[in-house]
């Protein structure tokens, strides 16, 4: 049996904490003039994986 691969694309957007799988927020990246500043200092605040997410993206970074 060969041995499971990671998915690459989500071992580079997904951070693995104690419990938890830490991800980025999207829509911060450019057009940021708009943006008021107390909305672009939440997308910059952690977010993590919800909980109905979780076993996806375990089976992508072969946690499972």
Do not use: E
């Not at 904490?17 to 829509?27: D, E, I, M, T, Y």
């Not at 909305?39 to 970074?61: C, E, F, G, I």
């Amino acid at each position: 049996m060969p041995k499971m691969k990671t998915n690459r694309g989500a071992a580079k957007r997904f951070k693995v904490k104690k419990n938890l799988v830490k991800r980025g927020s999207a829509f911060k990246s450019h057009i940021l003039t708009k943006k008021d500043h107390q909305r672009k200092a939440n997308l910059n605040a952690p977010k993590y994986v919800h909980d109905a997410n979780m076993d996806s993206v375990k089976k992508l970074l072969c946690m499972a």
